[in-house]
Nanobody
Framework: QVQLVESGGGLVQAGGSLRLSCAAS????????MGWFRQAPGKEREFVAA????????SYADSVKGRFTISRDNAQKLVYLQMNSLKPEDTAVYYC???????????????????WGQGTQVTVSS
């Protein structure tokens, strides 16, 4: 079973930046689309960003478009989420997840993804 471990979360002031990392345990990771989701207290888990299996295409939620960037390093089995111009409403637990094999970046629904990490907390102060 694939394991995912997120890191890089923390406390940052509004306007600041953080880079989240997601490390996968299996080399077959390179064949799968990957996504980042987040869940704020009392809210549903929501889509943030996705990247195709090859890294050639990406997609973003409207709320983060232009501020966040998803990328991957298949050789290192890592996925990143660079978050700039952070806002207090970005505060949430962030999760990475594995999507469809040879998937594009168009998969934005929770049930498109299997194997989730344990999450990393991001807190943005105003």
């Amino acid at each position: 079973q694939v394991q995912l471990v997120e890191s890089g979360g923390g406390l940052v002031q509004a306007g600041g930046s953080l880079r989240l990392s997601c490390a996968a345990s299996e080399r077959t990771f390179r064949s799968y689309a990957m996504g980042w989701f987040r869940q704020a207290p009392g809210k549903e888990r929501e889509f943030v960003a996705a990247i195709s299996w090859s890294g050639g295409s990406t997609s973003y939620a409207d709320s983060v478009k232009g501020r966040f960037t998803i990328s991957r390093d298949n050789a290192q089995k890592l996925v990143y989420l660079q978050m700039n111009s952070l806002k207090p409403e970005d505060t949430a637990v962030y999760y990475c997840a594995i999507g469809p094999e040879y998937g594009s970046s168009s998969f934005q629904r929770r049930f498109d993804y299997h194997y989730w990490g344990q999450g990393t907390q991001v807190t943005v102060s105003s």
